[in-house]
């Protein structure tokens, strides 16, 4: 069986994030979708949160799994025993922090390939920061998410201001 590691904060998954999961099983038997801790981010979503997020998003995929990692990615995917890391490439402008990323893990895991997708056109724009700065302004981020993460930003961001005092009607 063919297995693909897709690694990512995923804070949120995104539209976009779903495609590129979708195109790699055109490509793999199985898909695992590697959510990183990453703390150090600073995420909106804690990983548990990230992980069901993604697991809601990706519920009509038999074979796609959705594991949380704070390891070595390469250990992860030899844990795992897949054959290759998949990365989204939106712009050129990735391309070259993922060709960094790309070589240090074929320095640590020769045995490993990295596969790049890029998204379809319509989701090529879309990134989680521009998502969480659209829906933080009330904005409608329904062509970019899926229907559960929409709703949970909408109430990550429908908590009250601290600080903020509203002057009373006249």
């Known amino acids: 069986m063919s ?14 994030h779903v495609d590129l999961v979708e195109r790699a099983l055109r490509l793999f038997d199985k898909v695992i979708v590697a959510v990183a801790h990453n703390a150090g981010k600073g995420p909106a979503f804690d990983v548990g949160q990230r992980c069901e ?25 030899r844990e795992h025993r897949a054959q290759a890391l998949l990365r989204g490439l939106r712009a050129v402008s990735d391309f070259e922090y993922e060709f960094q990323l790309a070589s240090m893990n074929r320095h640590l895991a020769p ?11 319509q989701y090529a724009f879309i990134s989680s920061s521009l998502v969480k700065e659209v829906a933080s302004l009330g904005g409608d981020v329904t062509a970019f998410v899926p229907p ?13 201001v601290q600080g903020h005092r509203t002057q009373p009607s006249r």
Do not use: C, M, W
Not at 3 to 16: A, E, K, Q, S
Not at 53 to 77: C, H, I, K, M, W
Not at 111 to 121: I, R
């Open 3 to 16: 297995t693909v590691v897709y690694p990512g904060t995923f804070d949120p998954i995104t539209l976009g």
């Open 53 to 77: 997020l993604a697991r809601a998003a990706l519920s009509g995929y038999d074979n796609v799994q959705v594991l949380p990692f704070d390891t070595l990615l390469v250990e992860f995917l």
């Open 111 to 121: 045995e490993a390939e990295t596969l790049f997708l890029t998204p379809s056109e």
């Open 148 to 160: 559960a993460v929409k709703t949970a930003l909408a109430a990550l961001h429908s908590r009250p």
